[in-house]
């Protein structure tokens, strides 16, 4: 067993015992390589990041050649936690790939909720290196944290081979990995968000009246705050999709003033929307308020979910000023 596992490790990855002497790696079992179930998951990723990323013209068709650079994990980053990193575009150079990765995995760690190394399943040696497993593991925890809803295949298990390379030769010991749990609340796992779910993505699935409640809650604590400008909100379904209102309760809960020219006050189109929207969510991450899930066309396309989101955090800040 020991030598046909070191066999076909050596044509993937070649080993020297000099070089990872006292180091522990895992290896897919060749048979597990072909499991359909984790082909499903594989492309069930594929497809997830090929969707997320379609308005920035990136599509990939390999896990393990397409995410070793850092490129598309920055651009998922961006999309998705609405993060920008001052990185390269695109980094040529091994070095500078690697440089751009140590940036991309600290703050998706963060994001992830997982800045204790023992719990993390990926790093950035592992993924520059093509690891299919740890770019899974990634992936797998990015949708969990991101995009929570998305159906991703169930009870998917995979046999790994954990290879320890000492001065004696190579040990080995066959394992079974799980990448995805069976769905249930109590298989969250650790390198998702610790938090559980979205109090928002919980509200909306209560009855019509306790959801209507908690809105005008939060509507009552807009109207107070912007009353004074000689503004109301009645629909909050609507009223924020421009992002003037959204931009001037910002100003009046911080305390500071929007300069007029930075944003457009009277918008006419969705280009001079959505500019005012992303302008207030930028205000939002200067201000420590961190909305991973929110996209500023959210907004402007009235997805009221995400509208409530950004008003109960800042509801939430500041209710009991």
Same mark, same amino acid.
């Given at each position: 067993?020991?030598?046909?596992?070191?066999?076909?490790?050596?044509? *993937?990855?070649?080993?020297?015992? *000099?070089?990872?002497?006292?180091? #522990?790696?895992?290896?897919?079992?060749?048979?597990?390589?072909?499991?359909?179930?984790?082909?499903?998951?594989?492309?069930?990723?594929?497809?997830?990041?090929?969707?997320?990323?379609?308005?920035?013209?990136?599509?990939?068709?390999?896990?393990?050649?397409?995410?070793?650079?850092?490129?598309?994990?920055?651009?998922?980053?961006? =999309?998705?936690?609405?993060?920008?990193?001052?990185?390269?575009?695109?980094?040529?150079?091994?070095?500078?790939?690697?440089?751009?990765?140590?940036?991309?995995?600290?703050?998706?760690?963060? =994001?992830?909720?997982?800045?204790?190394?023992?719990?993390?399943?990926?790093? %950035?040696?592992?993924?520059?290196?093509?690891?299919?497993?740890?770019?899974?593991?990634?992936?797998? /925890?990015?949708? #969990?944290?991101?995009?929570?809803?998305?159906?991703?295949?169930?009870? %998917?298990?995979?046999? %790994?081979?954990?290879?320890?390379?000492?001065?004696?030769? @190579?040990?080995?010991?066959?394992?079974?990995?799980?990448?995805?749990?069976?769905?249930? =609340?109590?298989?969250?796992?650790?390198?998702?968000?610790?938090?559980? *779910?979205?109090?928002?993505?919980?509200?909306?699935?209560?009855?019509?009246?306790?959801?209507?409640?908690?809105?005008?809650?939060?509507?009552?604590?807009?109207?107070?705050? @912007?009353?004074?400008?000689?503004?109301?909100?009645?629909?909050?379904?609507?009223?924020? /999709?421009?992002?003037?209102?959204?931009?001037?309760?910002?100003?009046?809960?911080?305390?500071?003033?929007?300069?007029?020219?930075?944003?457009?006050?009277?918008?006419?189109?969705?280009?001079?929307?959505?500019?005012?929207?992303?302008?207030?969510?930028?205000?939002?991450?200067?201000?420590?308020?961190?909305?991973?899930?929110?996209?500023?066309?959210?907004?402007?396309?009235?997805?009221? /979910?995400?509208?409530? #989101? %950004?008003?109960?955090?800042?509801?939430?800040?500041? #209710?009991?000023?």
């Amino acid at each position: 067993m020991e030598a046909a596992v070191f066999e076909y490790q050596k044509k *993937e990855d070649p080993l020297e015992v *000099e070089t990872f002497q006292g180091e #522990k790696r895992k290896i897919i079992q060749p048979t597990s390589l072909k499991d359909p179930k984790l082909e499903n998951l594989k492309q069930a990723l594929i497809d997830w990041i090929n969707t997320s990323l379609k308005a920035e013209h990136i599509v990939i068709q390999s896990l393990e050649e397409d995410l070793y650079d850092g490129l598309v994990l920055h651009h998922l980053l961006s =999309r998705l936690g609405g993060v920008k990193l001052d990185v390269d575009e695109i980094a040529l150079t091994s070095s500078a790939q690697i440089h751009k990765l140590e940036v991309i995995m600290e703050e998706l760690n963060k =994001r992830l909720g997982v800045e204790d190394s023992s719990l993390i399943k990926w790093d %950035v040696k592992l993924i520059h290196n093509k690891d299919l497993l740890a770019t899974i593991h990634l992936l797998v /925890a990015m949708v #969990k944290a991101f995009q929570p809803k998305l159906n991703l295949p169930l009870n %998917v298990k995979i046999e %790994v081979v954990i290879v320890e390379v000492s001065k004696n030769g @190579i040990k080995s010991e066959v394992q079974t990995e799980i990448l995805t749990g069976d769905g249930s =609340r109590t298989d969250t796992d650790s390198s998702s968000n610790p938090e559980g *779910e979205d109090p928002i993505e919980r509200l909306l699935r209560l009855e019509a009246n306790k959801v209507n409640t908690v809105k005008k809650a939060i509507l009552h604590f807009v109207n107070q705050n @912007i009353g004074n400008l000689g503004l109301q909100v009645a629909d909050m379904d609507k009223q924020f /999709a421009d992002g003037v209102i959204l931009l001037l309760l910002i100003g009046q809960l911080e305390g500071f003033f929007i300069p007029l020219f930075e944003f457009n006050l009277t918008p006419v189109n969705d280009a001079e929307m959505l500019h005012n929207v992303t302008l207030a969510l930028d205000l939002l991450k200067d201000i420590g308020l961190q909305l991973p899930n929110i996209d500023p066309q959210d907004i402007v396309s009235q997805d009221i /979910a995400a509208t409530l #989101k %950004v008003l109960y955090s800042l509801f939430k800040k500041h #209710k009991k000023n």
